[in-house]
């Protein structure tokens, strides 16, 4: 019997000895792992407050550049060359209580501070865009190591990211300064990561 | 010299004609193609938004399943399987005046009506869902052999949608009720779609 996965790629019974053998010599860097807590635990997050009714807010797909597609069957279109492609901008947004919405989210394995290096001009750019226009803006960052998550809103992490480049700046915001200016979410169980109660704080603070 | 496009695929030169004469066996259906033209407009119409500072509007990237990866170098990692996933939003979104914008474009053929099925039902819910947040939804349509485009809001689109299950309920709407139902879209210069004149009315209709 074929079993198929549902993107229609064949399902191997007991071929798992035989992967283990031919896999270990390729380099596989996994970037579908590049912080997959913090995103699935957003995610998860996310489900509920569109269950709930509470918010809509959705992962941006990531953009790849397709190059070559196979259609060996209509229903069953197989690209077979494609890249990666950089983001223009965050990787969350959607609507709350009538506000736009907008975040990425970053963790670091550093126990003591976190790195500017994380974020990119790009995405800064985007977030002053959307502030500027009367969008919610921030960063959810995760020390991955004390499994601490922290809001920075966009005019406090601009702040930071502008001083690096000044004369003595800091790459690295250290946790102490984070534990004062930023905003912690406490773990939950449902949801997971109850950051809407840190957006109520940011939308009373931007008085809109 | 090897030549090679910025995604790292060579380039031949005088190879135009070898591909003429491989390809047209294989089935080429090209799905990038598929509301170009509207899609074209659209985009260079963000992109005039942002650059006067309008307003912040993307085009969210197409989701796709990555099965399979080469790292031939870190630079490039080649994609060489992949699907097509199907998107559980619109293609549009962001802000505009401390408004959430969410829109879905479409064109057809047709010259007389616009058929219903070109929208999907995670589509209108997800609308349904940005609008009781108080979002701004609607969607534009484009009569491609006409060149007439139309801009449906969300209530509107959402009545004809349900309509279209109960007894003797059209499938598709006709152009004339569409002119006096939705609000045409002139073509301009710069911006070439200014879409955001119409969404001024649907805010002041909306109450928001």
Redesign the interface.
Known sequence: MTIRYP???LYHIHDDKKKTENQPKK???S??KRGMTLEEDLNATNDYY?LR?K??I?K????????N?D?PR?S??????????R???TDY??????????FEAKETQNKTSFPLKNFHDHQLN?MQ??Y????ICFVVIRFSTLNRVFIINFPQLNKWWNEQFEEKGKKSIPLKVIETEAIEINYGLSPRLPYLVVVDRLINEQN?
């Open positions: 993107n229609g790629k380099k596989k860097i970037y579908s569109l009714k918010a809509v959705h941006k797909p990531i953009p790849i550049q397709v190059v597609v259609y209509r069953a279109a197989k690209i077979t060359e494609a890249y990666y492609r983001a223009s901008t947004n959607g609507v709350y209580k009538g506000h736009y919405i907008d985007h865009a959307c500027e226009h009367g969008g809109i």
